[in-house]
């Protein structure tokens, strides 16, 4: 019963996602960085959930599924290498990319190859996991079929896989795949499954598990305004973000993440789009959600973060109201002034050497 | 008067004495800055903590330690011996306060930094550095840092007695200790189970 609503929820999602393509131009943006399908939250919905780290096997392939592990929480043992912020993966993909709601990886690893009409190009996983290197880590990503990506792809895979494996009462080990399929990522008609999966959902229900991504929230009533949003932040956000925005390191690691400047994710990012940053926070903001906030606050203090310096769009050519016209206009405040200063030009490097 | 000498007393007796050269209670008084001088007898003079009687504050930031007074006073932590101490504290008193402890020396321990270790077989240390979501419960050292070494307005628990963490969980749930925004701690500490608040305060105080 539980399954079956899954799979119906599954359809149903895939068939927004469909409408959303056809009609919402953003999707055939000419980057990696397409903003993630978002379907309202649906009370009292089940999710997928990945089996406990103490079941990863032993041997070289769960070698790989424990460094993605490792890679995603402690993301800045590559600082310096591919990393360029204080950043880590799993302060936007939260419990470690497990959590439904928090865009889990379980979500995305069979939500990619993601195929774009436009330019009939596709990403695959690790493609996207570039992506998020260049941009939201304001780093320079690891080459193809580099460990890092095969790690983080092996994990990605095993949490969905086991998931799934579960709900289908399936027991028994997830099933080893090779380098090379792990980092294309699972939507696609000859992605390696136990023949009960296979029959039990099509491609397309599997890349819209319900709890991807972040649910989508109303339009706020009144536009959304920094003004109210700095209310916002300075009630609920800055305890942990800090008056500044600039987090909060202990030992040297900032569990508490700096939302903008230097250290945080640069203009290319997803999450510097107003609604992206919104729908996370509504979810999964604050921490533990002792309190909800409303939707107008929500949208208020992403405007509030969002219309801040970062660092630079690593597409722009030098020319902010080129870069503003090509990527943006897209509910953020890239090329926009804000008090006195058009948000762009005075950004922040790519890929800072820690100093 | 007699609460200064009556206090000096105390702090010679626990702990300090103990010392090699112990310092007369006139140096005492020299090197302690007056409104500190109350708060030695339970916290100790390097501010080490003196248990049951007071918690360790050495290792707490100047953040914190002010912030705390501010709630005794306000009476939004509430505790029979801390509310009428932190009020004799006028003035810039509370900053001397939380300038004098927050520049002890902390009690050593090696950061584990989280995502390190993958997989936990001890249930508490799961729980401080993985959390458990399927409770909505956030790992500690998220916010109270590596190994909770602590920083800002977070306390530092790692090397704190065993005793006061739990005291202060069950505070928490109860509802005599507040302050925190948006009920943030109140909310993680009414998640966890009587044995749970036992074992992380055992696991914090312990930490190496």
Redo the contacts between chains.
């Keep these: 019963m539980k399954y079956s609503a899954m799979l119906l929820l599954a359809a149903m999602g895939s068939l927004t996602v469909q409408a959303q393509a056809e009609s919402d131009p953003l999707q055939e943006r000419p980057d990696k960085q397409a903003p993630l399908p978002s379907f309202p939250k649906i009370p009292d919905q089940t999710y997928l959930?990945p089996r406990p780290?103490?079941a990863?096997p032993e041997g070289a392939f769960g070698d790989k599924v424990?460094l993605g592990?490792?890679?995603?929480?402690?993301t800045q043992?590559l600082r310096d290498k591919y990393v360029g912020n204080e950043l880590?993966c799993?302060n936007c993909h939260?419990?470690?990319g497990?959590?439904a709601n928090a865009s889990p990886l379980w979500g995305a690893y069979f939500a990619y190859p993601a195929y774009r009409k436009k330019d009939n190009k596709v990403s695959s996983f690790e493609e996207r996991i570039q992506g998020c290197f260049n941009y939201s880590m304001n780093g320079k990503a690891p080459a193809s079929a580099s460990p890092e990506l095969v790690a983080l792809s092996a994990y990605a895979y095993w949490l969905g896989m086991g998931g799934l494996m579960d709900e289908a009462n399936i027991s028994g080990p997830v099933p080893e795949l090779s380098d090379a399929e792990l980092v294309k990522g699972a939507k696609r008609e000859d992605f390696p499954l136990p023949e009960i999966l296979a029959k039990a959902m099509t491609v397309e229900q599997r890349a819209n598990l319900p709890g991807r991504g972040y649910p989508e929230i109303p339009k706020p009533e009144q536009a959304y305004s920094p003004e109210r949003g700095k209310e916002v932040y300075v009630?609920?956000c800055q305890?942990?973000h800090?008056v500044d925005g600039q987090g909060?390191?202990?030992?040297g690691?900032y569990?508490?993440p700096p939302l903008w400047g230097p250290k945080s994710y640069n203009w290319g990012a997803g999450m510097h789009r107003v609604n992206t940053a919104a729908f996370f926070i509504h979810e999964n903001m604050?921490?533990?959600?002792?309190?909800q906030l409303t939707n107008q606050q929500a949208w208020d203090v992403a405007a509030y973060i969002n219309s801040h310096e970062r660092p630079q769009d690593p597409r722009s050519k030098g020319d902010v109201k080129q870069a503003q016209e090509k990527y943006h206009n897209d509910s953020d405040y890239y090329g926009v002034e804000v008090d006195g200063k058009v948000l762009g030009t005075e950004s922040y490097p790519i890929f800072p050497k820690k100093s | 008067m007699k609460i200064k000498t009556f206090v000096i007393g105390l702090t010679l007796c626990s702990g300090y004495a103990a010392a090699s050269v112990a310092p007369s209670g006139k140096q005492l008084m020299e090197i302690i800055p007056q409104p500190a001088q109350l708060c030695v007898s339970c916290h100790g003079v390097e501010g080490q903590g003196v248990e049951p009687l007071g918690p360790r504050l050495a290792g707490l930031s100047k953040q914190y330690i002010s912030t705390q007074l501010q709630h005794f006073q306000a009476g939004v932590r509430q505790n029979a011996t801390m509310m009428p101490m932190a009020m004799t504290l006028q003035g810039d008193g509370i900053e001397q306060v939380a300038n004098y402890f927050s520049a002890k020396p902390a009690n050593e321990v090696k950061?584990v930094?989280?995502?390190?270790q993958?997989?936990f077989?001890d249930d508490t240390a799961r729980l401080a550095y993985?959390?458990d979501?399927?409770r909505?419960?956030?790992a500690c050292?998220?916010?109270?840092?590596?190994?909770g070494?602590?920083?800002?307005?977070?306390p530092r628990l790692a090397g704190q007695q065993a005793s006061y963490i739990k005291t202060q969980l069950l505070a928490w749930q109860s509802g005599t200790r507040k302050g925190d925004?948006?009920?943030?701690m109140?909310?993680?500490a009414n998640k966890l189970t009587a044995a749970e608040v036992d074992a992380l305060a055992n696991y914090f105080a312990n930490l190496k």
């Excluded at chain 2, 050292?141 to 190994?147: F, K, N, Y």
Aim: aromatic share 6%; net charge positive.
């Design positions: 959930t780290l103490s990863i424990r592990y490792q890679l995603f929480v402690n043992q880590n799993t939260m419990d470690a497990r959590k009630a609920h305890t942990c800090s909060q390191a202990i030992a690691v569990a508490l604050p921490f533990g959600k002792s309190m | 950061p930094i989280r995502g390190e993958v997989v077989n993985q959390g979501w399927s909505g419960l956030p050292v998220t916010c109270h840092g590596p190994s070494l602590g920083g800002g307005l977070f925004v948006d009920g943030m109140a909310n993680v």
